[in-house]
């Protein structure tokens, strides 16, 4: 099993939309939760963090936790062209970061 | 301030050779993680360093090794190279990486192996 699963790509939505990005992590000891943009050709970019159960929202992005289930999430509202990128789940656990595969998001003009 | 500067950008080695990679944290940061970026295997952790102390390690083969020094910044080392280790090469920093704290992610070093 991996240690974060992201649901497989890529995410087609229309300028406007709203794009939601899930992630199952299988280590219950992880306490810190992020979301990575990362743009073609670009190193990664931190967009949120989030490390207690419910709702974080930072303007257009919301971030879910639930470490019962082991899930995490990140919504996209009003998802503009300028979001079209690979979104990173990572989770940390004793000084390690990991990630998962990344999903692929574009937004149609 | 500066941010995380990796160098070389670029690099290309033939296979058996050994290669090492720097990465300068940004001021005043002292944990160094570095990671490998490939398309079919994406980002995967190799070592993360404190205060010249590795505190965690991926599952890398003993051919990929790094040190940190007194003024945090880190090298990696990949001796006797094969055509898989072709790859972006991530060096991040953060304070302390606890919990909490965001790693900031340097340019990268791509690394071509022929």
């Known amino acids: 099993q991996k240690e974060v699963e992201q649901n497989s790509g890529p995410l087609s939505v229309p300028e406007g939309a709203i794009a939601s990005l899930n992630c199952t992590y299988s280590?219950?000891?992880?306490?810190?939760f992020f979301w990575y943009r990362q743009y073609s050709g670009k190193s990664p970019e931190l967009i949120m963090s989030?490390?207690?159960?419910g709702d974080k929202e930072d303007g257009r992005f919301t971030a879910q936790l639930n470490k019962a289930s082991q899930y995490v999430s990140l919504l996209i509202r009003d998802s503009q062209p300028s979001d079209s990128a690979t979104y990173l789940c990572?989770?940390?656990?004793?000084?390690?970061?990991?990630f998962g595969a990344g999903t692929t998001v574009t937004v149609r003009a | 301030k500066a941010g995380v500067t990796q160098t070389p950008r670029y690099l290309i080695k033939t296979r058996g050779q050994q290669v090492t990679l720097s990465c300068s944290p940004i001021?005043?940061?002292?944990?160094v993680s570095w990671y490998q970026q490939t398309p079919g295997q994406g980002l995967q952790f190799l070592f993360e360093?404190?205060?010249?102390?590795?505190?965690n390690k991926g599952n890398f083969p003993g051919r990929f090794s790094g040190r940190q020094f007194s003024n945090s910044r880190s090298e990696m080392n990949v001796s006797t190279l094969e055509l898989g280790d072709s790859a972006l090469y991530l060096c991040?920093?953060?304070?302390?990486?606890?919990?909490?704290?965001?790693?900031?992610f340097g340019s990268g070093t791509q690394l071509s192996v022929l």
């Open positions: 991040a920093s953060s304070l302390n990486l606890l919990g909490s704290e965001k790693l900031f």
């Open positions: 280590d219950r000891g992880s306490q810190s």
């Open positions: 989030i490390y207690s159960n």
């Open positions: 990572a989770v940390m656990t004793d000084y390690k970061l990991s």
């Open positions: 001021s005043g940061h002292r944990s």
């Open positions: 360093y404190f205060s010249e102390t590795q505190r």
